[in-house]
């Protein structure tokens, strides 16, 4: 197990509602960043958090918005959904280091729009 | 930004044969290019990097090689078991700062016993 954890594991939601997917990252890891992985797809970044900061952002909407925590946990948040937004959520956890090329995926969060 | 292009989208070999996926990026400023194995249902692990001071890279069955002046790198699976079936993805970063790949669309690997 590489540690990180993702809740909820599967979610439905309306067109239009919002959704908060959160990811505890694995111990002693302080970066987390966020991939939509639609069906078929490779994994496409959304944005990634360092100290409670943005790091980098994707090509995605500013309705996709996220959160970081002390502990390192994260949040995504998207509103006004849409069924494009249906897709498998991945969040992943890299160690301190300018030189770290590692990441660790959760398992993911499986939301489905309709 | 990086743009990275992976063929074929589907494989099907034998139990035996050897597999090979290819990969190609754009951005000549990456410098690491790991590959991931994601089992269905299941989450991306890590399974061989190269970087870009070397040519090729090798760990039991599964080797990578990169080719900078081409801008393409490739993963290869030999004596394939049907353990290896599942969805492979390449990826190109840039090292230094935040690790933020770009992934290929991915590879559904078919071993067939």
């Known amino acids: 197990e590489t540690g990180v954890t993702q809740s909820p594991t599967h979610l439905i939601k309306t067109r239009g509602q919002q959704v908060t997917l959160r990811c505890s990252s694995q111990s002693g890891h302080n970066t987390v960043s966020w991939y939509q992985q639609a069906l078929g797809q490779g994994p496409q970044f959304i944005f990634q958090y360092y100290r409670e900061e943005e790091n980098g952002r994707g090509n995605f909407p500013p309705r996709f918005s996220g959160l970081q925590f002390p502990n390192y946990s994260s949040e995504l948040n998207v509103n006004a959904l849409e069924l494009d937004d249906s897709a498998l959520y991945l969040c992943?956890?890299?160690?301190?280091?300018?030189?770290?090329?590692?990441?660790?995926f959760g398992q993911g969060t499986r939301l489905t729009v309709v | 930004g990086e743009n990275v292009e992976q063929h074929p989208s589907t494989l099907s070999v034998q139990e035996g044969d050897s597999a090979v996926i290819k990969c190609t990026y754009s951005d000549s400023a990456s410098n690491y290019f790991p590959w991931y194995k994601q089992e269905l249902g299941k989450r991306p692990q890590l399974i061989i990097d190269?970087?870009?001071?070397?040519g090729e890279k090798k760990d039991q069955r599964i080797a990578v090689t990169l080719n900078k002046t081409a801008k393409h790198f490739s993963l290869h699976i030999t004596e394939t078991q049907p353990e290896d079936s599942a969805v492979y993805f390449c990826a190109a970063s840039i090292t230094g700062g935040s690790y933020i790949p770009t992934f290929g669309r991915g590879t559904s690997l078919i071993v067939h016993p």
């Open positions: 992943a956890s890299s160690p301190p280091g300018s030189m770290n090329t590692e990441a660790f």
């Open positions: 190269i970087r870009s001071n070397v």
